[in-house]
């Protein structure tokens, strides 16, 4: 068998075009949604992803600001500079870019963020609300992911098993709430599983989200199964590749995602779309 793709790329492309959409509702209603970034520092890595970010928001239509602040910022002064944004009307989704310089606790910085403002989904209100089932803001990766299996046709879960690779806060754990939330028999695997793939073979969905090369290999899948490789790494060649061994894997999957092209860009696309949420909310 050889797997479909599940093109990240073009449902990216959709669900931009769905926030364009919304954005332009909410103009003609008068209100300009807009997204604050903020860097603290020089990582090169983050002052790229804080770019596209900006740049994504504005292709949607959405404002977007990037605020750049000095390594040395003091964590005192960044979260004067959240409260005045939480205050501020006119800015409705706040992202502050991980990670942060060694001497500011990340924990307390995105716990200032207000909850009706928290569009990475990071914050606990925002973990809690998905853990109960309210509306909150749900982390991009894992609600991308999401996306993906309903993109196709597998929205309800009932009598499926899901297998997670990962248990981190921003990836895993909210991957498997959101599984579970769909119905879902869930799964939850970490460094510390015994035989992975005695759990993986038996599952119709396995999300993979560790980090490492060919975590997920050929023997570990069941025919016809659904895989999702959030992983970001890179092989021999110094090109971008997933935790999945993709030539192998798409033999035995039904449906599976690339890497690059997969979950990645509908993780900048989730971004948009808690936005357009956020600036909808506050003005019903
Ligand atoms: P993380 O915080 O390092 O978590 C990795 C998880 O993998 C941990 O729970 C760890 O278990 C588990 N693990 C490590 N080795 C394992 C093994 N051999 N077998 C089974 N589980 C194992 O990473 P993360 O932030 O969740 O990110 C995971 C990957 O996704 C990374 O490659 C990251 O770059 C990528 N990512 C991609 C996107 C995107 O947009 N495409 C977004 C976010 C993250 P323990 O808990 O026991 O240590």
Redesign the pocket.
Known sequence: MTAQLIDGNALAQQVRGEVAGRVAALKARGVQPHLTVILVGEDPASQVYTRSKVADSEQTGLGATLERYPADMTQADLLDRIAALNADPAVHGILVQLPLPPHMDSHAVIEAIAPHKDVDGFHVASAGALMVGQPGFRP??PY?CMKMLESIGIKDLKGKHAVV????????KPMAMMLLAANATVTV?????PD?GALTRQADIVV?????RN?LTADMVKPGAVVID????RDDAGKLC??VDFAGVKEVAGWITP?PG???????AMLLVNTIEAAERTSR
Do not use: Y
Request: charged content about 10%.
């Open positions: 991009c990766t991308g690779i990962g248990r981190s806060n921003i990836v895993g695997c970490h460094s510390g599983t992975l993979a989200a560790v980090g490492k975590v959030v992983g970001m790494n997933g935790d890497v997969g979950v990645g860009p509908m993780t900048r």
